[in-house]
């Protein structure tokens, strides 16, 4: 265990996070959220731990992660990390049900509260709502949403929400169910301005219905346009943050990330209307095929439950696949062998 | 690649019952179990004669007739050798096939070369259509790959030329942007080159739509057409009445998923996924064909062919449904599975090895 560092010196407000309002809920998170996923891709446990405790020491309250991030490592790592800090922030993690049924799910989350120490989760999220289909069977009898309200009213999980990185339209029709959400998570950058846009098509009826809007992917998943030279990170980040969004969860797997980030977020002034403009039209030329968004167009971002539920092709490389292939109790059920579910 | 990877697919089916629902198991047990020939109608047996041939239907308003069936370009490269290509075209053409598909980049102009010299001698008895790979890019680059087309399939005229893998969201743009490939198919067209011009796509009515939107003299536009797209992204909901409305002709293809998705996981036979895209108000119906068994299956079907009844069509429709429904076996809309080579380089995408799906 790490012991926390000093206390830092009191925050004047020009160079704190902004902490901003949780959609219709009196219960503020901070503009920068910490993402699950690339936690679990730290050199080690205690590197993990030590990007969570200068995060929350940086003003970052919101923490994002998934049951199936690095088949449970990324929520392991985290609730090391969070030991003793837990009231100081603002955990959510994900559920991977993709249409499975909910029974399923309430076994997931008693393995995410083991795995994040916690008797609650701040927030649960029907993770990837990525086919066309998936707000059928998310409301099926029987089915996730039945368990995510159940959570809810054991006390639990104190507010539902979804994610999704596909189609506004999936997006929409999650909306037209009618099931109370709290929070929508989705894809919200410089690109997406432009192409299948979740920015116009589904932020503004968030903002309509009091849904607290969780960004993602600021850089694009994997920074494919600051390669490419097209934005800087900086102008992606400041651009998804200047958003009418409660928070924008950004991937830090390394200290020097973080505290790149924590630079950009503290004191955070968004961007004018002018200035956004500005990088709107930098990304218009090669928005228009997706190339910068392969979440939207391809299956490269679509994690295995979500492959496997729907019985779409694995991705061998991918980081839960190769783990899945290396470990012990691999017994063809990628996640759910009774042993695991133990862990 | 599930099976690869240790994990098995019939584990993960039994997991899955209660997922999807009983009624998606049911109909997969009861499209395994259904008998291979019992499509109920008897029509189709007493016509199904080995002589009977191939019906002709009209290309849109074109004037001119096309086999029922055409065969695909693509498999055609996938055949043993020459000498079995040569074959397969040959009783192909017996039987009253004439629509011949291709394209510019299949098997890197293989393809090509290949239904060139099965056709030696018997240009005249076929139509014969290949397809541009632009991309994005302009006139000059489309007029290079004609001539190259003209030459490896040793005519010195098409009888139609398709812009190829219209796929992506900004395609239509760049097609009709000043010096695109629109351009090139008049062009081409009025050179006397080609006789009719179209264009292709596997992925997303709404890009056939936008297409269609710019009111340019398509003779033929080809789609996905299939038991399972009638209920999901659906090409024959949304293009197919606007291309029938408009008269311009209508090619079917991917009628068993692409790569016999629809009967390896036991969806439909094959006859019941050809016949019902045959079945549409299509011009022809491109089927893959990489060996003479593959042909005389297909003849079987075609040769006299009866359509299916609506009711026939309903209940197949009904009964993929659920499959359809999150559009695992149509790979081509919902994956990078089906994209080529040459659209993603242009289009800045990685390439199949990177990213197979």
Known sequence: MNPRPASPVPQSSSSAIPLRKFGSHDVHISALGLGGHHLGDATDQSEAERIVHAAIDGGVTFFDNCWEYHRGRSEAWMGAGLKGYRDKVFVMTKVCTHGREGALATQMLEQSLRRLQTDHLDLWQAHGMCFENDPDLFMRPGGAAEAMLKAKKDGKVRFLGFTGHKAPEIHLKMLATGFPFDAVQMPLNAFDAHFHSFEQQVLPELQKRGIAPLGMKPINGHGDPVIKGVLTAEELLRYAMSLPVATTITGMEKMGVLQQNLKIAQGFQPYTADQMNAIRERSKQTAGDGRFELYKVSLKFDNPEARLAHEFPLDRKSVEVEEMVKSPVNNGHPYLDKSELAL | MAEESGISRRDFVRTAAGTMGAASVHALASAEARPRHATGSGSRAESATSSAP????????????????????????????????????????DAGVTFFDNCWDYHDGQSELILGNALKGKREKAFVMTKVCTHGRGKDVAMEQLEESLRRLQTDHLDLWQIHEVIHYNDPDLIFASGGAAEALLAAKQQGKVRFIGFTGHKDPAIHLKMLSHDFPFDTVQMPLNCLDATFRSFETHVLPEATRRGIAVLGMKSLGGSGELIRHGVVTPEEGLRYAMSLPVATTISGMDSLAVLEQNLQIARGFTPMTAAEMAKLRERSRELAADGRFELFKTTKKYDGKVGREQHGYPTAEELPV
């Open chain 2, 54 to 93: 191939v019906p002709m239907r009209e290309l849109g308003k074109t004037g001119e007739k096309v086999s029922a069936i055409g065969v695909g370009g693509f498999h055609l490269g996938s055949t043993k050798d020459q000498n079995e290509a040569n074959e397969l075209v040959s009783r192909a053409l």
